[in-house]
């Protein structure tokens, strides 16, 4: 089981394209992958009971093959199915297995749940037929939701209803919710309601709802690849499903395993080495390589970042107490400002000030305002040759060309309404607008939130992990942005430099726990940096 830090992330399209390079068998890919699944799950569970529900494709397929080699090893192990296995692959693995094989609709939960059912191949939500039609009987619609799973349904669990129960109705996904909570939300009794005089029973539970119960009475859930319910590429969640402590990845990290709000659903994600060569452009961000100050070191090898005030100076002292906490050499507030600490050099704004070609960084927006006032200044800075990082108002009040024709590193720090504002609206997935920003400003873009995403115009991309929702709060942004100034300062290239403040930041909030304001985020840096 791998941390998936700094290890690469492919889209389902990709991890089939690498799975294919092998020219090995998707059956002996399998047999790797469930045999890896076997180990960890063997490790994580002791000698609990462990019930793996298998879904029809070939994730379906590595659950079975992780029956096998558990029992093989003296694991409790249950098998319970959604229908029958309808790849070669899972067939031959499901043939592999020689215990009983429940109804899905019918198990009762285990201590460990795994989650087989749906992995890569899901494409659209869990209880939707493929084909929508309207007006649909009960047992038309049965019909239907077998012909879901490309296969025969093989009991009767697919024959009462199913439509809309157990999802989430706007797609959103259910904030901090427990499982059981999530549980607790379904409504088994709009099955009675739609078939009046049959009492709601398992053999009624649609695929959502049934996994959620079964979720909520186990005391370890484990979901194989990826929690059933999530698409793989956009950080969708087709079908909310239960909350999972662990998710094994097989292979490689996914863009869901990382984007929200699927990600908030995978748990702990785990890498399991199932031996395939994976490579990409993408990848988890990892914790920074910073040089620790050497003898030879004076404040301005260390680095000198200029942060200019405006409107709103609170915001611009974060930006600087951040820079300072970072590890920066020598940092000034240029603008009309006042307090402590000591050794922040406050000075007022002139064009002389800014001209110091000392200055490694120039970060301009936390507080600027977007007044006359702020354009100005904002123009002052444009005016320079600095190595820039651009926030808060400095992205209301340019465009994507001007930033690219400004011809200097640039580092760009939107969170989601000052990207929209900036590159237009789409309903396109994080990582693609991301990438699609870099390139069109030709400069690193950060577009922050609980999945940071980290583009650069060359293509290459870094996701951070979620790092705490009590970042969540006024100024995390601004300190963000005296963060990554000081590692522009600190002559790393800009992408390292968006990507190291990016993890100190992450790493600050996390060492503080619940609810905590932005100046002790900025002081936390500190420790986030003599961790390295
Ligand atoms: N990538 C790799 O390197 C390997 C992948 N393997 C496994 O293969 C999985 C992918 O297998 P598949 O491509 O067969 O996909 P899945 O096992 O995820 O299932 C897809 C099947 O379900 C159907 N389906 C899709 N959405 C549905 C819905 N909403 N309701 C009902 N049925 C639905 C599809 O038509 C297809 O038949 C991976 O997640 C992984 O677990 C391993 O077996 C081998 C190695
Ligand atoms: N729920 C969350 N989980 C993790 N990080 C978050 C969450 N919400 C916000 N953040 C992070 O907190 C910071 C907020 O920045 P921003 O929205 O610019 O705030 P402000 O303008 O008040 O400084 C960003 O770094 C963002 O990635
Ligand atoms: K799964």
Known sequence: MIRPEGRPVLTAAQMRAAEEATGESVSALMERAGTAIAVAVRRLASSSEILIVCGPGNNGGDGYVAARVLAERGAKVRVAALGDPKTDAAKAARAGWSGPVEAFADAAPAPILVDALFGTGLTRPLDE??????NTTPAKAGAQLGSAIDSPPASPIWAPAFAGVGTVADGRPPLNRSPAEAGAQLKPSSNSARHPGTPASARERPIVEQLHHLATAAHLTIAIDLPSGLATDTGAALSPPP???????LGAAKPSHLLQPAARYCGEVRILDIAIPVTSDTHVLDRPDLPTPG????????????IIAGAMPGASDLAALAAMHAGAGYVTLLGDTSGPPHALVRAPFSDHALANDRIGALV???GLGRSDEARSLLQSALATNHPLVLDGDALRLLTPDRIAASNRPAILTPHAGEFDALFGKSDADKITRTRAAAKAANAIVVFKGADTVIAAPDGRVRIAPHASDWLSTAGTGDVLAGAIGAMLAARLAPFDAAAAGVWLHADAARRLGPAFIADELALALRKARASL
């Open 129 to 134: 037929p493929a084909t929508k039609t309207t």
């Open 243 to 249: 909350i999972f402590d662990v998710t094994l990845a």
């Open 295 to 306: 003898p030879d070191a004076h404040k301005y090898t260390r680095g000198m970042v200029a």
């Open 364 to 366: 301009v927006g936390p």
